[in-house]
């Protein structure tokens, strides 16, 4: 409605909305079936793949602590640098893929960016 509102209780829309999953069944076996190969944000799911076949030590090292996340051998932290909740793993060494420092979303970027211009400073001064 323009109001933003359904003209329903959430019980009768909740009812609503399994009658038509129930209704076009296949459609949406289909659609969770094919839900993990779709674009994830911006990336595509093409970029996604390149990804994984370019960085395989990369890619081992996040499903590692994805998995010991998941069955509770890797308690997530706090961000190493502002405390914030939730942070994210980041691996120094990814030979090592337990071996993880809690960053949160802001503060991981920032060390890629700090890395990414390290990498190009030493790449410059080395070049021809």
Known sequence: ???????????CARLDVNAN???????????????GTR???KKDKHAVRRY??????????HVATGNAIRD???IRQPC???????????HDDYSKPLDVRWLCTAHHAEHHKRER????ERARSSGP
């Open 39 to 41: 674009s994830a944000g």
């Open 52 to 61: 994984h076949r370019l960085s395989p030590q990369k890619r081992a090292a």
């Open 117 to 120: 211009a390290i990498k190009r």
């Open 21 to 35: 999953r129930i209704q076009r069944l296949e459609y949406y076996r289909d659609y969770d079936r094919n839900r």
């Open 1 to 11: 409605m323009a109001d933003g509102h359904l003209n329903k209780c959430k019980l």
């Open 72 to 74: 509770g051998r890797l």
């Open 80 to 90: 190493a640098v502002c405390g914030h909740e939730p942070a994210e793993a980041h």
